[in-house]
């Protein structure tokens, strides 16, 4: 029996006169014996291949399994000393961009990993108006086109520069958001969208890759990650699968910050579910300087408490284009610990000084003066975008709130917090802390999960059990409905100042600015 | 709840904002409890259909179902009052002929039968020569084609004569002997005749439609019914299911008789089968005379035990062109009974008279004589044609001897005697009991089955448990090699005397000759 869990090694006592049992029959009935089962299965493509394999390796074989809750299913069947690699592909299905994730089966290492812009941005950027697109004829049909298509590319590609084929894909996993996934399987997603938002399915479970025109192996399946509706996704199950909340004793919470802040408590007893709107501020898409990170653009900021001259750091080095998400927290944190706002967020004229420019009759603070920056403008951030800033600052901070005194806990009370997305991967969470979006909890216990979309997918390729936990943490969700209600309005009254009226929640207040290293 | 266990109506509670679960899982939910269990699959194909069915439908919906041993497999969902047929097909997948038969699946009621000659007889008319041209390149895959083309002709045309369209059959059930389910199903057939003979697979189980390229409902499933080896088939099996073995509490037997002679005796606790060669003199296709019953056939025979003179029926009356297997049975009753052939089968000159002849130096006998005759020839049998039957209907008798032996019973335990195929349905068990072929039995103890192969798949289709029932017969059986030692030897001595050298298992001996009604 080899170590992987995804691959069994079986030796078939050879049929003679005595002991007839046909091929099939013979492999279903030892390896019953080995995963100590009564369910396995075989497709007909198998079948069909089972006679010259078992012959041609003298009845011993390596089997290629994937386990659909009870019952087994064979994908692959080799010899033992087959060189070829077995390979498992984890895909993050974003609205935006699409990543994928080559492992070897056997070890669960990484081969490759290789993106693409979801080609469906050529119909619309934003899920709701793909989903309009969807209901016109033919619609479904094109978008469901466009990612299988991009997908069965990129796995190409991915695989040439792996060396190895799309053939030697066993197993897929596939993680997105509610939306996606019913594109990706041709499903109708009007009802998604409208009261009372009820997806076609929660559970898709396993498929096979040939039925959804993925071209990896033909006995190949592909596992959906499951939604709790229409607005929390299979994307974040995988995140929560990730970040590994079914096995934790204490209490976690896990924040998912994008159009939407989604988020999770629990432990491996109770998971509990929520999402609204934090607004766009927190992905640099706020400013008029606001943009994804990237080649050119400032992702740190710091200020000098003395001169207050501001410290910047552009990626990839050169002249600065815009400003990402990280960097305008890093701004707001640095500004509000060197006094040049106050704790309103409103500019403090006397202390930003030659910094403050007045345009349109709106105060803007001057970041990048137009002779340094790559646009030849100014980069600036206005009064406005400080406000709408500090409005989303303070959602995200009402939303934690909720959650927690919903199952009756503080914020104190989380062990670890797991921030996901681009967003956990690059702020600083001092500089989120100073400015009240996050809460002040022991640095050490915010956890950034990168893409915990693709690592929650590529996970499952690690343990043939996954589905059963993956299922398990679906099913274990109870979804808050935020209401915004008098007591939700009162305390997003009293986030939207920095870091927040009760001084108490925050003493870390007097960290100092973030240092660039 | 419709009565039929197939279909289920489900009223499925609306969704609301309070209770979001999406279509599929709502439906699949309720059909759990409904069904009470834990495993129910729909198709992909169904989860694009069902958003828009279930708010057509107002969640009201009727579920055609598939039992899969444990698992529950939904093949079709339709509004309550839809007035679309709902059907089922069953298949005796014959190597000479096919023969298929519609029933409503809502009342297990026949719509129609039609039978088409196997495409595969243009490779050739036994299964031993396709199975060679399997071999060659691109031989499987046309054999392959063939039979599943006609197939799909016949069912359009059936379908059509029916009043209702392919995509209306829901639930296919194929019975056919081990290697014309191999060709059908497109696995490699070679090791099915080459010692130690083992097929691709025993338990093929439910497929799709689709996969096997069965023009039918997208999602309908097929069940091929299970060998016990490669000369022990499903056709065999699906008969014993048809007979009911696997509720008798007394030991029956069944035998089908063609190029072999395929014996079954058991009853709800034991299952015990053989096969051997009984020689095609009882299919009619032994003497120069002889044919398969058809118009112009002579299918009964009387001898006046006074005159001698020949009494025949014609199928569709006229001068007589040949004649068939019962008519060869009666003659040799008839001739023994008459006293015009002895004990050892022998022509008695002198009681046969003028009807006796020499030709090319080997007695014959004129059973019509050229003027009378369709074909302007005379009608003979000689005495090796007799010899020939003689040795048939001794190995037959041989065995039903050791089969029964075999168990620890004799042939007079037997309650029923079920004799399948053409054979069955139209021999006089009073000749074959007269000449020692049958066993002695009382006449009310054979049972003629028709078609059993067709009927065990079609009876498959009257009840949703039919898989594990039929499952349970065919892991039941214990399959009997016939060794041909001395012991068989001498039985088969004794079985060479008409009726045999113990006459007192045959006190119908004195039976009267058969009389033509």
């Known amino acids: 029996m080899s170590k992987s869990p995804w691959i069994r090694t079986v030796r078939l006592t050879k049929p003679t006169l005595q002991d007839n049992t046909a091929d099939t029959d013979r492999l279903i009935s030892a390896l019953k014996t080995d995963l100590q089962t009564d369910a396995v299965h075989l497709d007909l493509n198998l079948l069909k291949e089972l006679p010259e394999i078992l012959r041609k390796y003298d009845y011993k074989v390596r089997c290629i399994l994937f386990k659909d809750r009870h019952r087994w299913l064979v994908t692959g069947i080799t010899g033992v000393d087959d060189p070829r690699p077995l390979a498992g592909l984890a895909v993050d ?52 086109e466009l990612i299988i298509t991009g997908l069965n590319q990129t796995v190409q590609d991915l695989c040439r520069s792996c060396r190895l084929e799309p053939r030697d894909i066993y197993t897929v996993t596939v993680a997105g958001n509610t939306a996606m996934t019913h594109l990706f399987m041709g499903l109708d997603p009007r009802w998604i969208i409208r009261e009372p938002y009820i997806p076609a399915v929660n559970k898709p479970g396993v498929l096979k890759a040939a039925e959804l025109g993925i071209q990896v192996n033909a006995a190949a399946r592909v596992f959906i990650f499951p939604n709790v509706g229409s607005y929390f996704g299979g994307d974040l199950i995988a995140g929560i699968f990730f970040a590994g909340f079914h096995k934790l004793s204490d209490p976690a919470i896990l924040v998912d910050v994008g159009t939407n802040a989604e988020v999770v408590v629990g432990n491996k007893n109770w998971l509990i579910a929520c999402a609204g709107a934090a607004g766009p501020a927190l992905e640099g898409g706020m400013t008029k300087m606001g943009m994804v990170a990237g080649p050119g653009v400032v992702d740190r900021i710091a200020i000098n408490p003395d001169t207050h001259e501001f410290d910047l750091h552009i990626i990839d080095g050169g002249p600065p284009k815009g400003i990402c998400g990280s960097g305008i927290i890093d701004l707001a944190a640095a500004l509000f610990l060197s006094e040049m706002i106050d704790i309103r967020g409103k500019f403090v004229p006397a202390v930003c000084g030659k910094h403050l420019k007045q345009i349109d009759g709106l105060a803007h603070l001057v970041v990048v003066p137009a002779d340094k920056s790559a646009t030849g403008s100014d980069l600036t951030i206005s009064q406005a975008d400080l406000d709408s800033l500090i409005r989303s600052k303070a959602a995200m901070y009402t939303i934690l709130e909720t959650i927690t005194t919903s199952v009756g806990i503080t914020l104190k009370d989380l062990s670890s917090f797991f921030v996901g997305g681009t967003f956990g991967s690059f702020i600083d969470p001092r500089a989120a802390i100073a400015i009240g979006m996050l809460p002040d909890l022991p640095l050490e216990s915010y956890k950034p999960l990168g893409n915990s979309s693709l690592g929650g997918a590529a996970l499952a390729l690690t343990s043939v059990d996954f589905l059963t936990e993956i299922d398990g943490i679906r099913d274990r969700i109870t979804y808050l409905e935020l209401n915004v209600n008098q007591e939700f309005m009162n305390r997003f009254s009293a986030a939207k100042f920095l870091p927040h009226t009760d001084a108490s929640l925050f003493p870390l207040r007097f960290l100092l600015p973030p240092i660039i290293k």
């Open 93 to 144: 299905l974003g609205t935006t961009k699409v990543v994928l994730r080559l492992l070897d089966l056997t070890n669960g290492r990484t081969l490759g990993e290789s993106g693409f812009d979801n080609p469906q941005l050529a119909v619309g950027p934003d899920i709701l108006i793909r989903i309009h697109f969807a209901e016109t004829s033919g619609g479904l049909k094109r978008l469901n």
